[in-house]
């Protein structure tokens, strides 16, 4: 406890330092990926300025419909855990988490979303964090599940399958309820949050992978409908791998927590995959108008949701007592 507060003493005395090691580590990452598809800039380039804008806007809508979706699925955690939010607030909160990603430091997204929460009338932090966790967590199983089952359609993929499997194992093991609950109630002891987290059952669990599956799924139109902006000519029966695809590359956004939101990285390993249904310069392309897509789409929900609460802090959301853990059972 000692040893995290004097990390956390250090980084707050420091903070402009660490975000400065931050943006040179992205820098240099950014050099380094450049280098190394320098061949590809040219035929990108050409794809870009020939780039469908019809096709482009059905993406983006496509992704709005994602993200639409995805709030729902904090909203059924948050409820199975007996608090109650609206859903502007919640598309709010979850706007609001995205866009904090850009800053330099992790803890940024889950801080974000704590305190739009709490402006929503959702006050306890606890809960809300723990919900931020078992989200990611359950959310990044389904999209590897995705991406594995979508290997049976699509040939010729270069991608680390063993990390991948092995990943996916460790934090499907984290989200069991029996691991979880003690898990995440001690890392929350250690930010001072001591309270007991509710339990959220297995079939409850087994119901949100196959939700956020669907979400992937519904996520890889988008980039296949940006792949054909583009002048690449994936297969239908390549939507699924592309929704896998977006997964992955979500999921890298998290693991370098040095890149803010993911810059580089996460366009690093979408583009590789990406290469098994399109040229260099497509899926480079592709991978270029994915980031212009997620920040777009990502600003005007936010807007959206801001703007369906003004007028409702009375009614934006109510928190409801929390069901005893014990009566839920495992």
């Not at 997204?109 to 989200?135: H, K, M, Y």
């Not at 940006?226 to 956004?253: M, N, Y």
Request: proline share 5%; charged share 15%.
């Amino acid at each position: 406890m000692d040893r995290l507060r004097a990390i956390g003493r250090f980084a707050a005395g420091h903070s402009r330092l660490l975000a400065a090691l931050q943006l040179l580590l992205v820098a240099v990452f950014l050099v380094a990926v450049g280098w190394a598809i320098r061949g590809s800039f040219s035929d990108a380039a050409d794809d870009l300025r020939d780039a469908n804008l019809l096709l482009f806007g059905f993406a983006c809508l496509v992704l709005g419909a994602y993200y639409l979706v995805f709030v729902l699925g904090w909203m059924w955690i948050l409820g199975a855990w007996g608090i109650r939010i609206s859903y502007p607030a919640a598309l709010r909160a979850e706007m609001v988490s995205m866009l904090a990603k850009y800053v330099p430091g992790g803890v940024w997204t889950p801080a974000a979303r704590v305190v739009a929460a709490r402006r929503a009338g959702v006050t306890d932090a606890a809960v809300v964090t723990a919900s931020i966790l078992l989200e990611a967590g359950i959310s990044a199983i389904a999209g590897l599940i995705v991406f594995v089952l979508s290997l049976a359609w699509v040939d010729g993929v270069d991608a680390p399958l063993a990390p991948l499997v092995a990943f996916g194992v460790v934090v499907a093991v984290l989200v069991h309820p029996r691991v979880f609950r003690p898990l995440a109630a001690r890392v929350l002891r250690r930010l001072g949050y001591r309270r007991e987290l509710p339990t959220l059952r297995a079939p409850t669990i087994a119901l949100l992978l196959l939700f956020y599956s669907g979400t992937w799924a519904l996520g890889g139109v988008s980039v296949w409908l940006l792949l054909r902006s583009v002048g690449a000519r994936p297969d239908a029966d390549s939507i699924v791998f592309l929704g896998g695809t977006a997964a992955v590359g979500a999921i890298v956004a998290v693991l370098f927590v040095f890149a803010p939101s993911g810059l580089g990285p996460r366009e690093a390993s979408m583009y590789g995959l990406m290469l098994a249904v399109a040229t260099k310069g497509e899926a480079l392309g592709a991978t270029a108008l994915n980031r212009v897509a997620i920040t777009l789409v990502e600003v005007l929900l936010l807007v959206v949701g801001s703007l369906l609460l003004r007028g409702r802090d009375g009614e934006e959301g109510a928190e409801a007592p929390l069901p005893d853990p014990e009566a839920q059972g495992t």
